[in-house]
């Protein structure tokens, strides 16, 4: 049967032998196969994509968005990963970005409103990243100009042009009030026209123009004079102001430290009365001043300047609160600026007898924070005539007396006054006291309907326009982010009461406040506000 093979033999037991052979090779097969079919099967490969980002964001400032890739928890190098936005009900390609080293990709997108994206590829796709766009700025579309309480002075204007008196337009204005007569004693009003809290210079220059002037101290001594080529550099010093006489750039003379002094110039009345009539300067103030006295002090370590006028004549003629061509025959508006000299008297009444303020040294600024004075500026510039005649038309020279308002008990009546009613809200006109002050009422501060400054030619103030911006609204409101403004309630006057603003996120904070605390919280001429609207530009 084998033939070439060379089969060996046993002597003992040669059936058993074949048979443990087979045996063996039976039991290696077996556990061959075995091994085969135990064996665990190769593990599938997971791949993960994981998207960061979302967020709150303007449409200038965009955002970024990331992703890191893996497979089976470990970092994809070199992939292609597509970012996709949600438009309607589909998934839109917007770019591809390829992974680093670490499996990491990033990329800015600046969506104009809020967008839902993610990323993806073949094996994988992130979940939804919600990024919420909200206006890089709020446009504030208003009309008017001015806290809106008292004489609005385009309706004075305008009603002054169809033919209502002084008396009447005050009237109207300040209802339950009477225009009556006080005194004139000729007192004083101290003007601070230079000085801290807004001013921060350490040094000042007094001059005239032409004529003379001469410096005294405290006891009125004679420190020294001079003319027109002559000025005097103030500063201060451990004891009080000091001054330094210049003829051009040379030094003159110099004073040492008192604790006021006093510069006058010809033709007032307090020095040299029919000497020529000079008119002072005062480097860094507004105004130029043909009458009065200037008197220095330290304030803050700083020069304090206060002119001292007679309020009923040197006062207001010097005020500029109203533009004095108003008077003119061809505009009409001649009851409106003797309406205004009355009511400017009144104020400088009340506040001549509070008495004078500590920081200033003074009862009254030269600008907004009391009344608007430039002086010479004022009465001498153009159609400053006129204005001198209408306060002129106050003034009972005859009877020493001046004309007042006095309130329902025959006191000085508060006359606050502004430039321009606005409308809002479907409503025009003056507010109370109480809606834009947060003061006590006061009756013949109240709301009054104006159709006048409407009516008034050349009225600037109609409509206007400004903005705050997202991180502004972000303060007011106390929000992380703001989506939107509403006016959701309004005082008297049309004037805002009440902004509601709603968050990205949905939330909603609404902010009360005084007619005047919205104006200069929002920074705007008036708070007749009509919208807030959102901008991305």
């Known amino acids: 049967?084998?033939?070439?093979?060379?089969?060996?033999?046993?002597?003992?037991?040669?059936?058993?032998?074949?048979?443990?052979?087979?045996?063996?090779?039976?039991?290696?097969?077996?556990?061959?196969?075995?091994?085969?079919?135990?064996?665990?099967?190769?593990?599938?490969?997971?791949?993960?994509?994981?998207?960061?980002?979302?967020?709150?964001?303007?449409?200038?400032?965009?955002?970024?968005?990331?992703?890191?890739?893996?497979?089976?928890?470990?970092?994809?190098?070199?992939?292609?990963?597509?970012?996709?936005?949600?438009?309607?009900?589909?998934?839109?390609?917007v770019r591809t970005v390829r992974t680093g080293p670490k499996g990491?990709?990033?990329?800015?997108?600046?969506p104009t409103a809020t967008a839902s994206y993610r990323f993806r590829t073949s094996h994988a796709r992130s979940g939804t990243i919600t990024v919420r766009?909200?206006?890089?700025?709020?446009?504030?579309?208003?009309?008017?100009?001015?806290?809106?309480?008292?004489?609005?002075?385009?309706?004075?204007?305008?009603?002054?042009?169809?033919?209502?008196?002084?008396a009447q337009?005050?009237?109207?204005?300040?209802?339950?009030?009477t225009v009556s007569t006080a005194n004139d004693p000729r007192t004083t009003l101290d003007v601070q026209v230079l000085g801290p809290p807004s001013d921060t210079r350490t040094t000042t220059v007094l001059g005239v123009g032409s004529g003379t002037w001469r410096l005294t101290d405290p006891a009125g001594k004679v420190l020294a004079s001079g003319g027109?080529?002559?000025?005097?550099?103030?500063?201060?010093?451990?004891?009080?102001?000091?001054?330094?006489v210049m003829k051009g750039n040379a030094t003159v003379s110099k004073v040492s430290a008192r604790s006021s002094l006093t510069y006058e110039w010809s033709g007032t009345r307090y020095y040299q009365p029919t000497g020529t009539k000079a008119v002072a300067t005062v480097t860094g103030a507004q105004g130029t001043y043909r009458n009065g006295r200037l008197v220095v002090t330290k304030r803050s370590n700083r020069p304090n300047v206060v002119n001292e006028v007679v309020i009923n004549t040197e006062y207001l003629y010097g005020l500029d609160e109203m533009p004095s061509g108003w008077g003119s025959s061809a505009n009409r508006g001649a009851a409106a600026l003797q309406a205004q000299a009355v009511v400017a008297r009144n104020y400088a009444i009340v506040e001549k007898v509070k008495g004078l303020k500590s920081v200033c040294g003074c009862h009254v600024y030269d600008d907004t924070r009391s009344q608007h004075y430039t002086g010479w500026k004022?009465?001498?510039?153009?159609?400053?005539?006129?204005?001198?005649?209408?306060?002129?038309?106050?003034?009972?020279?005859?009877?020493?007396?001046?004309?007042?308002?006095?309130?329902?008990?025959?006191?000085?009546?508060?006359?606050?006054y502004f430039?321009?009613?606005?409308?809002?809200?479907?409503?025009?006109?003056?507010?109370?006291?109480?809606?834009?002050?947060?003061?006590?009422?006061?009756?013949?501060?109240?709301?009054?309907?104006?159709?006048?400054?409407?009516?008034a030619p050349k009225n600037p103030y109609l409509g206007w326009s400004d903005s705050i911006t997202q991180a502004r609204a972000r303060s007011i409101f106390g929000l992380s982010s703001v989506r939107s403004i509403a006016v959701t309630s309004r005082w008297s006057s049309g004037q805002v009461k009440t902004l509601t603003a709603t968050s990205a996120t949905g939330k909603k904070v609404s902010r009360t406040k005084t007619a005047d605390g919205w104006r200069t919280t929002l920074g705007v001429r008036a708070s007749w506000v009509g919208s807030l609207s959102g901008r991305n530009s």
């Open 133 to 166: 766009v909200v206006p890089v700025r709020f446009a504030i579309s208003g009309s008017g100009s001015g806290h809106g309480v008292g004489l609005a002075q385009w309706g004075a204007y305008q009603q002054s042009r169809t033919g209502r008196t002084a």
């Open 228 to 244: 027109a080529s002559h000025t005097v550099k103030v500063g201060v010093g451990t004891g009080g102001v000091t001054a330094t």
């Open 169 to 177: 337009i005050l009237g109207y204005y300040y209802p339950g009030t």
């Open 378 to 416: 004022k009465q001498g510039g153009g159609w400053g005539g006129t204005w001198v005649a209408a306060v002129n038309a106050t003034v009972q020279a005859d009877d020493h007396t001046v004309t007042v308002l006095r309130d329902a008990d025959g006191g000085f009546a508060e006359t606050p």
């Open 419 to 455: 430039a321009s009613t606005g409308g809002a809200g479907g409503r025009r006109g003056t507010a109370t006291n109480t809606e834009v002050f947060g003061t006590a009422a006061l009756p013949y501060l109240k709301h009054v309907t104006d159709t006048y400054s409407a009516k």
């Open 104 to 110: 990491r990709a990033s990329t800015t997108v600046k």
């Open 1 to 93: 049967m084998w033939q070439g093979v060379a089969v060996p033999q046993t002597t003992a037991f040669p059936g058993r032998s074949r048979f443990v052979v087979l045996l063996a090779l039976a039991v290696v097969l077996a556990l061959s196969l075995a091994s085969v079919l135990v064996a665990p099967p190769a593990r599938a490969a997971t791949w993960s994509l994981t998207g960061s980002g979302g967020g709150t964001t303007t449409a200038t400032a965009g955002k970024t968005l990331s992703v890191r890739y893996l497979r089976s928890g470990k970092p994809v190098k070199g992939a292609a990963v597509t970012l996709q936005r949600k438009k309607g009900g589909s998934w839109v390609k």
